[in-house]
């Protein structure tokens, strides 16, 4: 039970991505339905070359720690900081882009919101801080509404493969301006979304006090495998009933994945999947508004025994309420993903460009470390094996970050990285930075 518990916990990021991450790739193909299947097939396979790797990350840092953890005792711990920043940026936008898909879904059920969708946004911002108020107690939530999407969804790709072809708020297929094989390689890493949580188990398992080493590396190591099992099927499943519906781009203010179900059940059934795909944008905004304030509270400054301070980030972000929830880092956090929404106009399939980039350099720092720990003990198969998932994963961010406007992620990060590294300079190089994960 704390196996299942722990799992659904930390997914709804990953699964919550179906919402938007199959719409962003159709649209990069101009609604060529003949090009998505094996456009999101080639997405899955990527996340599976991440989990693969990561399972290995996973069994050599089962105190938890991820990409952070390894890049430190890789490069030295200086070079953590490229995985912070990575990180510290992908929880805003995960929040920012999780609210605005909630809104959009609500719109796509009552069209007649559509004029209100940036404060529909806002507003379950609001919702999003009130359950991350009340800390890991909350995670019960994640659980249970990650497990109500995954029935929901299986309802309504059951009932797809009987329903008929019918008139939908979605155009007509379009074609891709480009030759097939060159259009599915610039369309999949805008869905690379779907990634996103994947380094979740590696650094959650760090919660799990109650089991020992080997109790962590096996929960960690399963919980990646059914993250790929459940987004895999749920991702291409979606995909398909998308082509043998005909449900292309949606028209005016609704969705992919709306318009699939819509197409799929009847009114009472669409209207439950609409509100289980609500509540689990909800829990992956939720996770991502615990994890960002937590990693800023691991690098805020503390007093230890002997008064003196460690840490590198102001104390005050490290100050928690009864619940343990850093409170002002939730607050900075907060003012962060209302800067990016009223940005974006809640608008998900804006915020979804410059998504999934960040933790990508994320993704790199993490398997090129584990490259270098094969290489120094000549491990030769280890060695082939993260050194493909390395080059893989810098395929991806090149491909993405040839669109242009995802250089700003990467600037952000950057900018954060050197901004904690020059603070980490002045407070005398504390060590345990790259632990802050954990």
Same mark, same amino acid.
């Given at each position: ?20 991450a199959i719409e962003a790739a159709l649209g990069e193909l101009n609604g060529d339905l003949r090009l998505i299947l094996p456009t999101m097939g080639l997405v899955v ?14 069994? $050599? ?42 809104? /959009? ?18 507003? =379950? ?5 009130? %359950? ?8 019960? !939530? ?7 999407? %995954? ?17 939908? #708020? ?6 891709? /301006?480009?030759?097939?094989? =060159?259009?599915?390689? !610039? ?19 760090? +919660? ?18 059914? #993250?790929?099992? %459940?987004?895999?099927t749920l991702t291409l499943g979606f995909t398909a009933l998308a082509v043998r519906l005909g449900v292309g781009l949606p028209v005016g203010e609704s969705t992919l ?19 289980? %795909?609500?509540? !689990? ?8 508004? +615990? ?32 619940? @343990? ?6 607050? !900075? @956090? ?10 974006? +106009?809640?608008?998900? +399939? ?24 094969? @290489?120094?003990?000549?491990? $030769? ?9 390395? =080059?893989?994963?810098?395929f991806v961010l090149v491909m993405n970050l040839a669109r242009v406007t995802p250089l700003a992620s990467v600037a952000a990060t950057l900018l954060i990285a050197a901004?904690? @590294? ?17």
């Amino acid at each position: 039970m704390l196996l299942f518990a722990f799992a659904l916990a930390i997914m709804a990021d990953p699964i919550s991505s179906v919402a938007y991450a199959i719409e962003a790739a159709l649209g990069e193909l101009n609604g060529d339905l003949r090009l998505i299947l094996p456009t999101m097939g080639l997405v899955v396979l990527v996340i599976a070359v991440i989990v693969v790797n990561y399972r290995q990350l996973v069994s $050599r840092f089962p105190e938890g720690g991820g990409a952070p953890a390894a890049t430190g005792r890789a490069f030295g711990e200086s070079w953590a900081f490229l995985p912070i920043g990575a990180l510290i940026v992908d929880f805003a936008l995960t929040i920012a882009i999780s609210v605005s898909s909630g809104a /959009s879904n609500i719109v796509a059920y009552l069209p007649d919101l559509a004029p209100f969708q940036v404060v529909l946004a806002l507003g =379950l911002l609001i919702v999003v801080g009130a %359950i991350s108020w009340f800390g890991h107690s909350a995670r019960v !939530l994640f659980s249970l509404m990650a497990m109500v999407f %995954i029935i929901m969804s299986a309802v309504i790709l059951i009932g797809g493969v009987t329903a008929e072809p019918a008139a939908s #708020t979605a155009e007509a297929s379009g074609e891709s /301006s480009h030759p097939a094989f =060159l259009a599915i390689l !610039l369309a999949f890493p805008v869905a690379m979304a779907l990634a996103t949580g994947v380094e979740a188990p590696s650094t959650a398992i760090a +919660q799990l006090g109650q089991l020992g080493d080997e109790g962590r590396k096996r929960f960690g190591r399963l919980a990646l495998f059914a #993250t790929l099992v %459940i987004v895999g099927t749920l991702t291409l499943g979606f995909t398909a009933l998308a082509v043998r519906l005909g449900v292309g781009l949606p028209v005016g203010e609704s969705t992919l994945t709306a318009e699939v179900a819509r197409a799929s059940v009847n009114g009472s059934l669409f209207a439950l999947f609409q509100a289980a %795909i609500i509540l !689990l944008l909800i829990a992956a905004g939720a996770s991502g508004l +615990q994890a960002g304030p937590g990693l800023l509270k691991a690098l805020a400054r503390e007093q230890t025994g002997d008064d003196e301070a460690r840490g590198i980030l102001p104390g005050w972000l490290g100050r928690t309420n009864r619940y @343990y929830t850093p409170f002002w880092g939730l607050l !900075l @956090y907060g003012i962060m993903t209302l800067a990016l929404i009223l940005a974006a +106009q809640a608008d998900e +399939q804006t915020l979804v460009l410059f998504y999934a980039v960040s933790v990508f350099l994320s993704f790199l720092a993490g398997l090129v470390s584990m490259a270098m720990f094969s @290489y120094r003990e000549g491990e $030769r198969r280890s060695l082939v094996l993260n050194a493909g998932g390395a =080059l893989v994963v810098g395929f991806v961010l090149v491909m993405n970050l040839a669109r242009v406007t995802p250089l700003a992620s990467v600037a952000a990060t950057l900018l954060i990285a050197a901004g904690l @590294y020059g603070l980490w300079v002045r407070n005398g190089r504390p060590r345990g930075i790259a632990g802050a994960e954990e």
